[in-house]
């Protein structure tokens, strides 16, 4: 109730001097044709109800914040604890909500046992295609999108994979593979390339476009590639690039998503930086509206409260569009501005006419 009110009678708030209106921004998204919404996890749409209607007023798409990893999917060899993801996407159902999947082969957050033995390239590829039939055959029709390989570039044009158990044990072929047992576990599914640090022009953004234009050539079933824009307000991207990136990929006929964004602010946050947040929130999704290829905008958390970023980036944090009490911030404003100001969706396609 507390949401609907705002929302219903949010111009008495103002005059009363009450709570700000919140914008519910799923209707909007929605009209505009894009998959908008959230990181998140089982535990907080399960026990937090403000939490809860915050989201549904805000998301048409939530993504699983760690709730479909390898690690915590599978804590030992040949057993898999699906409560966690399985209530996310039930909730998801239930709520008329789209669900990303993230992720399936990553460097990170992998298994205690699988990183302790000792693995021959045959045995691998066979723990990949295991791993993936499994989580994927599982929410065949539910998941919309995947996340199939993620992070696998590095910063180092000389040697442009990261070292991995996935790249040490089979080779830089694994992730050609990965994407083709994906596309068998689920040829519907939607299927992507994500990594960070690659979403404007540069040498890292050059070598993930090399390695997608080099999978399709090689008919590797790809759909599209995801940008995770962890960006500092401090050092914004240069969005002209970040649209002449976008337009590159989509050349190759690509489908885009922003998977990941957030805009981490130096604490405290000052007035005069929560507007300058608010500012590349809606610039950057001005930037997606425009590029009728990318149709996803995922920010990767809903509250400041349940941020990944304080915790990584020491001093920094106010990353999200909604305070640690889930008041809303200017970037919430400025996400709305962006989706009211979108350009029409050509019918029957979904996706937004390009405006010159």
């Not at 046992?113 to 295609?129: C, D, G, I, P, S």
């Not at 055959?137 to 999108?145: E, L, M, N, V």
Request: net charge neutral; glycine share 6%; with cysteine.
């Amino acid at each position: 109730m507390r949401l609907a009110s705002l929302l219903l009678f949010g111009s008495c708030s103002v005059l009363f001097g009450a709570s700000p209106v919140v914008p519910a921004l799923r209707p909007l998204a929605t009209a505009a044709g894009l998959n908008f919404g959230v990181a998140t996890s089982a535990g907080v749409v399960r026990t937090d109800a403000a939490y809860r209607e915050t989201l549904l007023a805000y998301a048409n798409t939530i993504v699983a914040e760690n709730d479909l990893k390898f690690g915590p999917l599978s804590p030992r060899p040949g057993f898999y604890d699906f409560s966690r993801a399985d209530a996310l996407v039930d909730f998801a159902a239930e709520h008329g909500l789209k669900v990303r999947g993230h992720v399936l082969v990553w460097h990170h957050q992998l298994p205690d046992w699988l990183k302790a033995a000792h693995y021959t390239a045959e045995q691998a590829r066979e723990l990949m295609r295991v791993h993936i039939f499994t989580v994927m055959g599982r929410y065949r029709g539910k998941i919309f999108q995947w996340d199939v390989v993620n992070e696998a570039v590095t910063n180092a044009s000389r040697a442009p994979l990261r070292q991995s158990f996935w790249l040490e044990t089979i080779g830089p072929e694994y992730i050609a593979l990965a994407f083709r047992y994906a596309h068998e576990a689920d040829p519907q599914a939607k299927l992507f390339y994500n990594d960070y640090g690659a979403e404007d022009l540069s040498p890292k953004s050059d070598a993930v476009y090399k390695l997608v234009r080099d999978l399709k050539q090689q008919g590797v079933p790809i759909n599209g590639v995801g940008l995770q824009c962890h960006f500092d307000v401090a050092a914004p991207p240069n969005l002209e690039a970040v649209a002449a990136n976008l337009q590159r990929l989509a050349d190759l006929g690509l489908e885009l998503a922003v998977t990941e964004f957030d805009a981490r602010l130096h604490l405290p946050a000052s007035a005069a930086n929560l507007e300058k947040q608010a500012t590349l929130e809606h610039d950057l999704l001005a930037v997606v509206l425009r590029q009728p290829a990318c149709r996803t905008f995922m920010v990767w958390g809903l509250t400041d409260a349940r941020s990944w970023v304080p915790n990584f980036y020491r001093g920094y944090g106010a990353a999200l569009p909604f305070d640690a009490m889930l008041a809303p911030k200017p970037a919430l404003y400025g996400l709305e501005r962006a989706l009211r100001q979108a350009p029409p969706v050509v019918s029957g396609t979904g996706s937004a006419r390009p405006t010159r």
